[in-house]
């Protein structure tokens, strides 16, 4: 099929069983609805300049739907049933436009990216049922110097070596040609295998429709030896959305062998035609279809669908949370999509005998006819460290034994007991695995105290128990068969608060433990099977035979008793652990975003820069908020911008990132000779509204305004406030913060409301045009007859595409200005020092070691009682301290080292937390033009 040389390959594509890897990633399979694009379709994407909130991006087009099959409620549609809200969207485009659908990596074995050898070829849809193909110089390679390539075992027969796809075709085209090929050997001298080439037709759920296999083909295996075509024709069968090429053996080497896959092609085309490598593919939208709204025209004949998609940020925006806790422990998803099956609290008031669960799936937890438990307990602690920072303000429940406090006996004692779960039985899930966690502080260390108890009356009693017995914690499983074992699993203090999971796989054999953050794991020598019943499952004593009498019961306080029906992997553990203890106390904003994006649910891709802004406070104050806008304060506190990118990455970007962009990606204006880009219109406006003369930002940890004003451009235009707030800790960085908007803000300054960009007309836009991003710093030039040339340097705050079906395509830009001066930090001092390190005080001869010795002496840099490091190749920091300077006047140092190391080291200062590279800072270190800040 012939393409127009001026205008790329460009698709829309629908996935009807995925879910836009918002959660567990994209399954099913993409369709190709290109075809049915008509009039026009448009993307929204980004915000009206620099202080505006950020809105999910959106794309709206037509669909033509004269069959019915895009009508959500044709159940005989081939989507049915899953034209559902929020299914994967998007927009790509092939530029320059080739017939080869495949991408540059997949069909030359990594080289357009390109990809470094060792690739795997799975995120690239390149498998096999023997190995994923991974990407491998070649010398002899058939096209370029890089191939795929899978090694197997002998006699490996009846399944594909070497598989690419699904690749997504035009859905419901019954009977439109497409072909794939490529070229193959194998790599293994002797090695003479046979292959069956095949093309697999795949409906919207990913089942094999149908398979088309042409004749199977002898390979002689060579290092370097030729190349054998592999091709196979076929048309779009009934209700196929996708295609698998695959290259089956039918007969196998008897030894270990290579396999190899270069010069890969599909196209739409009646049989293969020459191959040529793909033109880039570039993203342009990737969303979920929210709303399918239908129209029936010319008296019904003629159907539309007119549908709007919106990105990841619409559904974050509807997560709400309640407290940071809550949404540590409901984040963890089994692999079936399977979260809790209970958690209760125990942040009842004072009073209460009935605890619910926060997850609504099971009755409440009742407290045992005895007395002795007290809710709505203020939480307290031993030490200043020995609490917990989540959930600020909720209570605890107290359980107060007495005397009987960890003394085995027969009597009623304080307990909660927990009611059964769905299918009526106590206790831990039988199979399937699960996980168990509990926060505990204990007040008496008498004898062993169970925390937490499920018990059976079988002989031997089966049970799961987690209990401290002097001074430690331990965890008991064991059943009728003699199966699970008792574990130590390390000291816990008394009077301060404790974190413990306890867990099982689903075959009952291994363990993982989590005490306060510390993860341990086994196997036991015979698995945990215990029988379907468990008599109770108690809280704080140990309930025998459903009788409500107890023994070895709890002295001390209880809550965050929750359960998953899966194991939590240790990541997971230390997580909600960490979130429990500190609540974040001491994230930087990049880690603070990754924590409420995760939070949330996303599982999907992102890229989050570290952040600038460093040692945030507890992150207490998401209760309440959606996670839109616990991430955009974030966003704010670090003076940053964060967007879902054109192939849906949720991007944060920290504040550095506009500073170091010194220079415009793309130049813009009239004079296109000398390399300027053409554009169809642009306008100019001062844009009042973004004036601000007396900043006002609050600190949300203390509630403290700091203010930065200018008299004078309040003389010119009156009092113009902005006001912010900021999860920033240092007063010092906030009052940075303020001054630098008041420098940004007091004046009015010229932005581009509207940049128009015609590739449509002039292809030579293409490539710029697709390959734009919010946050791209661009230059334009405008040369006004009898004017002076106007020159705009400007970051891009939004882009809104605009096209249809006739051809046309227009992109709306909108941008704000770059800063009028040059931001800067002070770089990290480096230098090489070849000598050792010395246990001790020491002088070293550093003088004339950095690069401009005579006007940057070493004493220069120092002072007495600075600490520095001593950085090894490996990256060992040995951090020392200055204590005496210009020794004999030749530019020595004293040095006090509490270690001894060989050299040669890098001597640096002392990075921030996360920073190994002491240069990481050196593309910033330029002095500012104007002005110089240090937000």
């Given at each position: 099929m012939s393409q127009n040389p001026n205008w790329p390959v460009l698709v829309g594509e629908l996935n009807p069983t995925g879910n836009s890897n918002y959660g567990l990633g994209v399954a099913g399979c993409f369709a190709d609805l290109t075809g049915r694009l008509i009039q026009q379709w448009g993307t929204a994407r980004g915000r009206q300049f620099e202080l505006d909130e950020v809105q999910p991006g959106t794309w709206s087009g037509v669909w033509d739907d004269r069959d019915g099959a895009l009508d959500p409620s044709n159940t005989a549609s081939m989507f049915a049933p899953n034209l559902v809200p929020y299914r994967p969207w998007r927009v790509r485009a092939q530029w320059p436009a080739t017939v080869n659908l495949l991408s540059a990596d997949q069909a030359t074995g990594g080289?357009?990216?390109?990809?470094?050898?060792?690739?795997?070829g799975a995120p690239y849809f390149v498998t096999g049922a023997y190995g994923t193909p991974?990407?491998?110089?070649?010398?002899?390679?058939?096209?370029?110097t890089q191939v795929w390539q899978v090694t197997t075992a002998s006699a490996?027969?009846?399944?594909?070596?070497?598989?690419?796809?699904?690749l997504p075709v035009r859905a419901g085209a019954v009977g439109l040609p497409y072909a794939f090929s490529a070229r193959i050997r194998s790599a293994t001298a002797g090695a003479n295998p046979t292959v069956a080439p095949s093309l697999a037709w795949l409906d919207t759920n990913g089942r094999t429709l149908s398979t088309t296999t042409v004749a199977p083909m002898a390979l002689i295996g060579s290092a370097t030896g030729g190349w054998t075509f592999a091709g196979v024709p076929d048309v779009v069968p009934v209700g196929a959305v996708a295609a698998v090429f695959a290259l089956t053996m039918t007969v196998a080497p008897t030894a270990s062998w290579s396999f190899q896959v270069d010069g890969a092609q599909f196209e739409q085309n009646t049989t293969a035609s020459a191959f040529t490598v793909p033109g880039t593919w570039f993203p342009l939208?990737?969303?979920?279809?929210?709303?399918?709204?239908?129209?029936?025209?010319?008296?019904?004949?003629?159907?539309?669908?007119?549908?709007t998609a919106v990105d990841t940020f619409a559904l974050l925006s509807q997560v709400q949370f309640t407290d940071l806790m809550t949404a540590a422990i409901q984040a963890p998803r089994s692999a079936s999509g399977a979260g809790l099956s209970f958690c209760y609290r125990l942040g009842e008031q004072a009073g209460s005998t009935q605890f619910t669960d926060a997850t609504g799936q099971r009755g409440p937890a009742v407290v045992a006819p005895t007395g002795g438990v007290t809710a709505g307990v203020a939480q307290t602690s031993a030490s200043p460290g020995g609490g917990y920072a989540a959930a600020p303000g909720t209570t605890v429940v107290n359980f107060n034994p007495g005397a009987n406090a960890g003394t085995q006996n027969y009597l009623p004692e304080p307990c909660l007991i927990l009611p059964p779960g769905p299918d009526g039985l106590y206790g831990p899930p039988r199979t399937g695995g699960f996980t168990r966690m509990?926060?505990?502080?204990?007040?008496?260390?008498?004898?062993?105290?169970d925390v937490w108890c499920a018990d059976s009356p079988s002989s031997p009693t089966s049970t799961a128990t987690m209990e401290v017995y002097q001074g430690s914690f331990y965890m008991e499983f064991a059943d009728h068969n003699g199966g699970g074992a008792t574990v130590n699993l390390g000291a816990v203090s008394v009077g301060n608060w404790h974190l413990a999971f306890i867990s099982t796989d689903p075959a009952g054999l291994g363990w993982r433990a989590c005490v306060d953050g510390v993860v341990s794991s086994g196997t036991f020598a015979k698995p945990w099977n215990p029988p379907d019943f468990f008599s109770a499952d108690t809280i704080a004593a140990d309930a025998i035979s459903g009788v409500n009498n107890e023994f070895v019961p709890f002295a001390g306080d209880i809550s965050w008793a929750c359960q998953w029906p899966f194991q939590l992997s240790p990541a997971q553990m230390q997580q909600i652990y960490q979130i429990w203890r500190t609540a974040g106390t001491g994230d930087s904003t990049g880690q603070r975003y990754a924590r409420i994006l995760g939070l949330a649910g996303y599982q999907g891709p992102s890229l989050i820069d570290p952040g600038q802004t460093t040692n945030l406070p507890a992150a207490t104050d998401i209760a309440g908020q959606d996670a839109l806008t616990a991430l955009s304060q974030v966003v704010t506190t670090e003076n940053g911008q964060h967007f879902v990118d054109v192939g849906g990455v949720v991007r944060f970007q920290d504040r550095s990132r506009r500073a170091k962009a010194q220079a415009p990606t793309f130049v813009f204006g009239e004079n296109t000779a000398a390399g300027e880009l053409p554009y169809d219109t642009v306008a100019f406006d001062f844009d009042p509204t973004h004036i601000g003369n007396d900043i006002q930002i609050t600190q949300n940890s203390s509630g403290t305004v700091f203010r930065a004003f200018d008299a004078a451009s309040q003389a010119a235009y009156g009092i113009r406030t902005v006001t912010r707030t900021t999860q920033a800790s240092n007063p010092l960085e906030v009052q940075d913060a303020a001054h630098y908007l008041l420098g940004r803000y007091a004046k009015a300054r010229m932005r581009i409301s509207a940049l128009t960009l015609n590739p449509g007309t002039n292809p030579t836009l293409w490539p710029v045009c697709l390959a734009l991003e919010l946050g791209t710093r661009i230059r334009v030039n405008r040369r006004p007859p009898g004017a002076p040339m106007i020159t705009f340097d400007g970051f891009v705050e939004a882009i809104n595409w605009n096209a249809d079906d006739g051809a046309n395509a227009t992109v709306d830009v909108q941008v704000s200005p770059a800063d009028g001066w040059t931001a800067w930090t002070d770089a990290a001092m480096h230098f090489t020092y070849a000598g050792n390190l010395i246990n001790g005080t020491a002088w070293y001869p550093f003088g004339g070691l950095l690069t401009d010795p005579a006007g940057n002496p070493v004493h220069a840099n120092l002072s007495i009682g600075q600490r520095i490091a001593f950085l090894t190749t490996a990256?060992?920091?040995?951090?020392v301290t200055v204590t005496g300077l210009d020794g004999n006047g030749v530019g020595s140092v004293q040095l006090s080292s509490t270690a001894a190391a060989t050299g040669p080291f890098t001597v640096c200062d002392l990075l921030p937390a996360g920073v190994t590279d002491p240069t990481s800072f050196d593309a910033m270190a330029v002095l500012g033009k104007t002005t110089t800040l240090g937000y």
């Amino acid at each position: 099929m012939s393409q127009n040389p001026n205008w790329p390959v460009l698709v829309g594509e629908l996935n009807p069983t995925g879910n836009s890897n918002y959660g567990l990633g994209v399954a099913g399979c993409f369709a190709d609805l290109t075809g049915r694009l008509i009039q026009q379709w448009g993307t929204a994407r980004g915000r009206q300049f620099e202080l505006d909130e950020v809105q999910p991006g959106t794309w709206s087009g037509v669909w033509d739907d004269r069959d019915g099959a895009l009508d959500p409620s044709n159940t005989a549609s081939m989507f049915a049933p899953n034209l559902v809200p929020y299914r994967p969207w998007r927009v790509r485009a092939q530029w320059p436009a080739t017939v080869n659908l495949l991408s540059a990596d997949q069909a030359t074995g990594g080289e357009g990216t390109p990809l470094a050898p060792g690739t795997s070829g799975a995120p690239y849809f390149v498998t096999g049922a023997y190995g994923t193909p991974v990407v491998t110089a070649s010398a002899s390679a058939w096209s370029g110097t890089q191939v795929w390539q899978v090694t197997t075992a002998s006699a490996a027969v009846g399944s594909a070596l070497v598989s690419f796809g699904p690749l997504p075709v035009r859905a419901g085209a019954v009977g439109l040609p497409y072909a794939f090929s490529a070229r193959i050997r194998s790599a293994t001298a002797g090695a003479n295998p046979t292959v069956a080439p095949s093309l697999a037709w795949l409906d919207t759920n990913g089942r094999t429709l149908s398979t088309t296999t042409v004749a199977p083909m002898a390979l002689i295996g060579s290092a370097t030896g030729g190349w054998t075509f592999a091709g196979v024709p076929d048309v779009v069968p009934v209700g196929a959305v996708a295609a698998v090429f695959a290259l089956t053996m039918t007969v196998a080497p008897t030894a270990s062998w290579s396999f190899q896959v270069d010069g890969a092609q599909f196209e739409q085309n009646t049989t293969a035609s020459a191959f040529t490598v793909p033109g880039t593919w570039f993203p342009l939208y990737a969303g979920m279809v929210e709303r399918y709204p239908q129209a029936w025209n010319d008296s019904g004949a003629f159907g539309t669908v007119t549908p709007t998609a919106v990105d990841t940020f619409a559904l974050l925006s509807q997560v709400q949370f309640t407290d940071l806790m809550t949404a540590a422990i409901q984040a963890p998803r089994s692999a079936s999509g399977a979260g809790l099956s209970f958690c209760y609290r125990l942040g009842e008031q004072a009073g209460s005998t009935q605890f619910t669960d926060a997850t609504g799936q099971r009755g409440p937890a009742v407290v045992a006819p005895t007395g002795g438990v007290t809710a709505g307990v203020a939480q307290t602690s031993a030490s200043p460290g020995g609490g917990y920072a989540a959930a600020p303000g909720t209570t605890v429940v107290n359980f107060n034994p007495g005397a009987n406090a960890g003394t085995q006996n027969y009597l009623p004692e304080p307990c909660l007991i927990l009611p059964p779960g769905p299918d009526g039985l106590y206790g831990p899930p039988r199979t399937g695995g699960f996980t168990r966690m509990v926060a505990f502080r204990q007040t008496n260390t008498t004898g062993g105290q169970d925390v937490w108890c499920a018990d059976s009356p079988s002989s031997p009693t089966s049970t799961a128990t987690m209990e401290v017995y002097q001074g430690s914690f331990y965890m008991e499983f064991a059943d009728h068969n003699g199966g699970g074992a008792t574990v130590n699993l390390g000291a816990v203090s008394v009077g301060n608060w404790h974190l413990a999971f306890i867990s099982t796989d689903p075959a009952g054999l291994g363990w993982r433990a989590c005490v306060d953050g510390v993860v341990s794991s086994g196997t036991f020598a015979k698995p945990w099977n215990p029988p379907d019943f468990f008599s109770a499952d108690t809280i704080a004593a140990d309930a025998i035979s459903g009788v409500n009498n107890e023994f070895v019961p709890f002295a001390g306080d209880i809550s965050w008793a929750c359960q998953w029906p899966f194991q939590l992997s240790p990541a997971q553990m230390q997580q909600i652990y960490q979130i429990w203890r500190t609540a974040g106390t001491g994230d930087s904003t990049g880690q603070r975003y990754a924590r409420i994006l995760g939070l949330a649910g996303y599982q999907g891709p992102s890229l989050i820069d570290p952040g600038q802004t460093t040692n945030l406070p507890a992150a207490t104050d998401i209760a309440g908020q959606d996670a839109l806008t616990a991430l955009s304060q974030v966003v704010t506190t670090e003076n940053g911008q964060h967007f879902v990118d054109v192939g849906g990455v949720v991007r944060f970007q920290d504040r550095s990132r506009r500073a170091k962009a010194q220079a415009p990606t793309f130049v813009f204006g009239e004079n296109t000779a000398a390399g300027e880009l053409p554009y169809d219109t642009v306008a100019f406006d001062f844009d009042p509204t973004h004036i601000g003369n007396d900043i006002q930002i609050t600190q949300n940890s203390s509630g403290t305004v700091f203010r930065a004003f200018d008299a004078a451009s309040q003389a010119a235009y009156g009092i113009r406030t902005v006001t912010r707030t900021t999860q920033a800790s240092n007063p010092l960085e906030v009052q940075d913060a303020a001054h630098y908007l008041l420098g940004r803000y007091a004046k009015a300054r010229m932005r581009i409301s509207a940049l128009t960009l015609n590739p449509g007309t002039n292809p030579t836009l293409w490539p710029v045009c697709l390959a734009l991003e919010l946050g791209t710093r661009i230059r334009v030039n405008r040369r006004p007859p009898g004017a002076p040339m106007i020159t705009f340097d400007g970051f891009v705050e939004a882009i809104n595409w605009n096209a249809d079906d006739g051809a046309n395509a227009t992109v709306d830009v909108q941008v704000s200005p770059a800063d009028g001066w040059t931001a800067w930090t002070d770089a990290a001092m480096h230098f090489t020092y070849a000598g050792n390190l010395i246990n001790g005080t020491a002088w070293y001869p550093f003088g004339g070691l950095l690069t401009d010795p005579a006007g940057n002496p070493v004493h220069a840099n120092l002072s007495i009682g600075q600490r520095i490091a001593f950085l090894t190749t490996a990256g060992t920091s040995y951090p020392v301290t200055v204590t005496g300077l210009d020794g004999n006047g030749v530019g020595s140092v004293q040095l006090s080292s509490t270690a001894a190391a060989t050299g040669p080291f890098t001597v640096c200062d002392l990075l921030p937390a996360g920073v190994t590279d002491p240069t990481s800072f050196d593309a910033m270190a330029v002095l500012g033009k104007t002005t110089t800040l240090g937000y």
